[in-house]
């Protein structure tokens, strides 16, 4: 069974640091691994998608990675600004049993103070 | 990009009546609607899978009789709860897709539910 973790559960930084959200999953045998960004109350807003045949993904300020044999992934998110703070979600679509599915982590709570 | 809409977005109800969601792609036809829940300070947990024109496939611990989904069109998907209880309480997203991988799934803003 997929199982996906991320750490920290929560983070607060300053504005204007770097930092770095962990995810991890269980089966290696995914199609691929998507970042998503939630609002309090709000939907999913897809940030980043990265498949699995590929190791990093960028998108401006953000940069994520996948290493698939030891079941990472990381986002990085440069000259983290107060517009950032929000809930990011890890999830990957395969390993057994799962084509088709999205396996969602438990998220990373971001807060950036001014 | 693609926009799913979904309606209402918060509900109160009483204990014992059913409520209807609705979710639609506005802008495509989606082959596959994803339902899912979201209670507080915790992650999605998929409930079931929708394929237009045929029976939706459940996740393992969740009452297919009291979460009825119709996938009639390739724009609407209806997920109804029957006779919800006060642990039914949640946030209730979908997501919709055009292909069979979720590279093409594109997310619904949610729905609040709310049990008395």
């Known amino acids: 069974k997929q199982e996906v973790t991320q750490i920290p559960a929560a983070l607060s930084v300053p504005e204007g640091e770097n930092l770095v959200l962990n995810c991890s999953f269980t089966?290696?045998?995914?199609?691929?691994l998507q970042w998503f960004r939630q609002d309090p109350g709000k939907g999913l807003t897809s940030l980043l998608l990265i498949q699995s045949s590929q190791r990093e993904q960028t998108s401006g300020r953000l940069n994520a990675s996948l290493d698939k044999s030891s079941g990472r992934s990381t986002l990085y998110i440069a000259a983290s600004q107060p517009g950032d703070s929000a809930t990011y979600l890890c999830a990957v679509e395969g390993g057994s049993g799962n084509t088709g599915k999205l396996i969602f982590g438990q998220g990373t709570t971001l807060q950036v103070k001014p | 990009g693609a926009v799913v809409s979904q309606h209402p977005s918060w509900v109160i109800c009483k204990s014992g009546t059913s409520v209807k969601i609705e979710c639609r792609s506005l802008d495509f036809q989606a082959t596959t609607m994803f339902w899912y829940r979201q209670f507080p300070k915790q992650s999605l947990m998929l409930m079931a899978t929708s394929n237009e024109g045929s029976k939706a496939t459940y996740e393992q611990g969740v009452e297919k009789d009291k979460f009825l989904i119709n996938h009639a069109s390739l724009t609407l998907s209806t997920l109804t709860v029957t006779s919800a209880h006060p642990e039914d309480s949640s946030f209730y997203i979908c997501?919709?897709?055009?292909?069979?991988?979720?590279?093409?799934?594109?997310f619904g803003p949610g729905t609040r539910l709310t049990v008395l």
């Open positions: 089966d290696s045998a995914i199609y691929n």
């Open positions: 997501s919709a897709g055009d292909r069979g991988h979720t590279d093409t799934q594109y």
